[in-house]
């Protein structure tokens, strides 16, 4: 069997990527799987690529993406100026849902954030995702707050 690989996003990921973010019942509703790609992915993408403090991730078996997500190294002044890992656009294709690439990728991010030197790994989710919570919760995640968003 071949191994599950993590690496940092290439342009060559983006159409497998934006795939991926658009493959579920939110992603569905609120993303573009067009091709060629909407260019505001592609300038997306350059920004994620551009600042050090973003790390836009796939996993990938036999050269294939079949997961991503994206890491976020936040500088704050809380907490003694800790520095917090944020875990956001996690997606796992459907063919390997509930086969452990997701706890493989979720180690690998927070081996990630650890070697950053961060203090607090974080992540927000979709209310309407409650597999999501579970799996989150049974990795150790902690529901301790509650989040809020305007969209402008």
């Known amino acids: 069997m071949t191994s599950i690989t993590f ?5 060559a990921d ?5 795939a991926l973010l658009a493959n579920d019942l939110l992603g569905r509703q609120r993303e573009d799987p067009s091709s060629p790609p909407n260019p505001r992915y592609v300038d997306a993408f350059d920004a994620i690529l551009a600042d050090r403090n973003q790390l836009l991730a796939v996993a990938t078996l036999d050269e294939a993406v079949i ?3 994206q890491l976020s190294f936040i500088p704050g002044m809380a907490r003694l100026g800790a520095w917090r890992g944020q875990i956001e656009a996690v997606r796992i294709a459907e063919t390997h849902r509930s086969s452990g690439v997701g706890q493989q990728m979720f180690e ?9 030197g961060c203090d607090i790994v974080q992540l927000t989710t979709d209310k309407a995702r409650p597999d999501a919570h579970r799996f989150y919760e049974r990795l150790g995640f902690v529901g301790s707050h509650i989040g809020y968003k305007l969209m402008l």
Do not use: D, M
């Open 14 to 18: 983006l159409r497998a990527i934006i």
């Open 108 to 116: 690998w991010a927070i081996a990630q954030c650890k070697a950053r």
């Open 67 to 69: 997961g991503t997500l």
């Open 7 to 11: 690496r940092q996003a290439q342009p």
